[in-house]
């Protein structure tokens, strides 16, 4: 089976600007979630989604959204980019089912670069 | 606050030396714990994970962790470290029943030297 997936892998953009980055996770999972990872950080949650509804929701502010395709494909959208949303951003996908006991498999990341 | 701790933030041992790695963790209730590794250059990949039953699991590459309720601590070992070992480990958990939200440690950066 092929793994997740991310795109771009790098990305630098001006502060002001907005970024959409890309999730396409393992066929038949039907969870994604993203995730910051900082140096300073460590491994931040953003959001997750299952089929195509955002079940949970991290501590960032409304800059940040996603959503999800039929396809359980995700796009996560930065808007109104600051400097310290420099990061590597990373996608996991999980969930055959709905159940919460899942492994979550992630994916290279995108790292963006914000000027 | 609800956290999840690492407290070895930088480990340096040499090859064949024996391996232990903290996590504690503060939530209450039922919880899922995972120990996830990023080696240089690569993506995160689980070394194991524990869901129920037996405290003492096994994961890739020789690790195991035992989950010990009493202490909240999910401490990740290995009895001989290789150079290979050399990467930054995570302690991740998540809630039974409120979603698949990770709460990842700060991460333990582990060198090992040949």
């Known amino acids: 089976k092929a793994g997740v997936t991310q795109t771009p892998r790098y990305l630098i953009k001006t502060r002001g600007q907005q970024v959409t980055l890309s999730c396409s996770p393992i066929?038949?999972?039907?969870?994604v979630s993203w995730y910051q990872q900082t140096p300073g950080q460590g491994l931040q949650f953003l959001f997750e989604?299952?089929?195509?509804?955002?079940?949970n929701k991290g501590n960032f502010p409304g800059r940040f959204s996603g959503r999800q395709f039929s396809n359980s494909r995700s796009e996560m959208n930065v808007s109104t980019l600051e400097l310290g949303d420099s990061a590597l951003y990373l996608c996991?996908?999980?969930?055959?089912?709905?159940?919460?006991?899942?492994?979550?498999?992630f994916g290279p990341g995108t790292r963006l670069l914000v000027l | 606050a609800q956290s999840v701790s690492q407290h070895n933030h930088h480990v340096i041992l040499s090859e064949a030396a024996s391996l232990e790695l903290g996590c504690n963790y503060s939530?209450?209730?039922?919880?899922?714990l995972f120990w996830y590794v990023q080696y240089p250059g690569q993506h995160l990949q689980l070394l194991l994970k524990?869901?129920?039953?037996?405290?003492l699991v096994k994961g890739i590459k020789g690790f195991e962790a035992e989950f010990i309720k009493s202490k909240f601590s999910f401490n990740l070992r290995k009895p001989s470290v290789q150079w290979s070992d050399t990467a930054e480990y995570f302690c991740?958990?998540?809630?039974?029943?409120?979603?698949?939200?990770?709460?990842f440690g700060t991460g333990t950066s582990l060198t090992v030297i040949p």
């Open positions: 996991a996908s999980s969930g055959t089912s709905d159940t919460f006991q899942e492994t979550q498999y």
């Open positions: 066929s038949g999972h039907r969870s």
């Open positions: 989604y299952f089929s195509e509804t955002q079940r």
């Open positions: 939530y209450g209730g039922t919880v899922n």
């Open positions: 524990y869901f129920s039953g037996d405290p």
């Open positions: 991740a958990v998540t809630r039974t029943f409120t979603g698949n939200q990770f709460y």
